[in-house]
């Protein structure tokens, strides 16, 4: 089952992921939100639409911008509606 770790805390797990692009989109409430901060962050993907991120907070530490996910995905990425992927050296495996 894929699990995304950070700091030896797991910030999210499920065997319903998406991969997109070699990331792996978690369902929302598959994901710990106790560990998510909203970041003002925003950039755009020519064909999955607007992605807003989140930092990332553990044992007081903070991953700037190190989740994101799209609220109102493009049509062609529609799969992913609902789902947060991560980097900045979160693992998942």
Not at 45 to 65: M, Q, S
């Amino acid at each position: 089952m894929p699990k995304a770790t950070w700091k030896g805390v797991v910030i999210a797990e499920s065997d319903d992921t998406v991969v997109v692009e070699g990331n792996h989109y978690f369902p929302a409430d598959s994901v710990a939100i106790e560990h998510l901060e909203k970041s003002d962050t925003t950039t755009v993907c020519g064909w999955k639409g607007t992605a807003r991120y989140y930092h990332l907070k553990v044992d007081g530490e903070v991953n700037r911008d190190a989740a994101w996910y799209y609220p109102e995905p493009k049509e062609q990425a529609v799969a992913i509606t609902g789902r947060v992927a991560f980097w900045k050296g979160v693992e998942v495996v």
